[in-house]
C-alpha cells in the first residue's frame, strides 16, 4: 500500500494568515503516461462527512473558493490556504488514488490562533 | 444533486455480521462510470477504505478486509450494501458510503453519505 504522512499533526493560524499542510507519499503518484498525479485534498468538519476540495493535486472541486489550491509533484504536495477564514477551521486530509487501495494521510487538524 | 443516505444496525455483537446499506438519491447508481464506495473512520483514527462496487457489481476490495467483506447492489432500490463478518472491537467506526468518480484508477469521492456509527460491543 502506499502509505501517505501528512505534516504537521495540528497548526494553528491567525485569521487572514496563510495555512500551509505538507503530504508525501511513500512512492509516487505521477503517471507518466498523462502526467497526472493522483492526489486528492478533502476537507472534514465535526458532524459532516469529508467534502473533496482538491483534486489531480491542483484542480479545484466547483464550488471551492480560490484560497485553496494544491501543488506538488511525484511524492511531494502541499495544501495552501492562503487566507484563513474561520470556517476553514477542520481536519484535512491527503488521499492517493494512483493504486488501489486508496489511502489517507493522518490528517491535520487547521484551528485559529 | 447527488445524495447518499447510510443505514443499518448502530450495535453489532463481537463474531457478528456488520450489515450497512447506502441509498442514493438525485440520481442513478445505474448512470455513469461510477463506482460506489464504503469507508469507515475508528474514532480518534484515519480514514480506511473497505472496498468499492459498480451497477454490475464488479467489486475491489481491501486486501486488509478482503476475506470478511462483500458488497452488493440493488438498482431496482438505488442501493447498494456492505457486509464485514465476524466483527471485533477494532471495527467499531464511522462507516461512510461515497460515490466513486475515478476511471481508470481507483478511489476518487465527490459526495458522501453523512456516516453511520457501528459500535461492535456484547
Known amino acids: 500500500d502506499i502509505v501517505m504522512t501528512q505534516s504537521p499533526d495540528s497548526l494553528a493560524v491567525s485569521q487572514g494568515e496563510r495555512a500551509a499542510i505538507n503530504c508525501k507519499s511513500s512512492?509516487?503518484?505521477?503517471?507518466?503516461?498523462?502526467?497526472?498525479?493522483?492526489l486528492a485534498w478533502y476537507q472534514h468538519k465535526p458532524g459532516q462527512p469529508p467534502k473533496l476540495l482538491i483534486y489531480?493535486?491542483?484542480a479545484r472541486e466547483p464550488g471551492v473558493p480560490d484560497r485553496f489550491s494544491g501543488s506538488g509533484s511525484g511524492t511531494d504536495f502541499t495544501l495552501t490556504i492562503s487566507s484563513l477564514q474561520a470556517e476553514d477551521v477542520a481536519v484535512y486530509y491527503c488521499?492517493?488514488?494512483?493504486?488501489?487501495?486508496?489511502?489517507f494521510g493522518g490528517g491535520t487538524k487547521v484551528e485559529i490562533k | 444533486q447527488v445524495q447518499l443516505q447510510e443505514s443499518g444496525p448502530g450495535l453489532v455483537k463481537p463474531s457478528q455480521t456488520l450489515s450497512l446499506s447506502c441509498t442514493v438519491s438525485?440520481?442513478?447508481?445505474?448512470?455513469?462510470?461510477?463506482?460506489w464506495s464504503w469507508i469507515r473512520q475508528p474514532a480518534g483514527k484515519g480514514l480506511e477504505w473497505i472496498g468499492r462496487i459498480d451497477s454490475t457489481e464488479n467489486t475491489n476490495y481491501n486486501p486488509s478486509l478482503k476475506s470478511r467483506v462483500t458488497m452488493s447492489v440493488d438498482t431496482s432500490k438505488n442501493q447498494f450494501s456492505l457486509k464485514l463478518n465476524s466483527v471485533t472491537a477494532a471495527d467499531t467506526a464511522f462507516y461512510y458510503c461515497?460515490?466513486?468518480?475515478?476511471?481508470?484508477?481507483?478511489?476518487?469521492?465527490?459526495?458522501w453519505g453523512q456516516g453511520t456509527l457501528a459500535i461492535v460491543s456484547s
Open positions: 438525485g440520481g442513478s447508481i445505474s448512470s455513469g462510470t461510477y463506482y
Open positions: 489531480w493535486a491542483f
Open positions: 488521499q492517493q488514488y494512483h493504486s488501489t487501495p486508496p489511502t
Open positions: 512512492q509516487s503518484v505521477l503517471d507518466s503516461s498523462n502526467t497526472k498525479n493522483y
Open positions: 461515497a460515490r466513486d468518480i475515478s476511471h481508470g484508477s481507483y478511489g476518487l469521492f465527490d459526495y
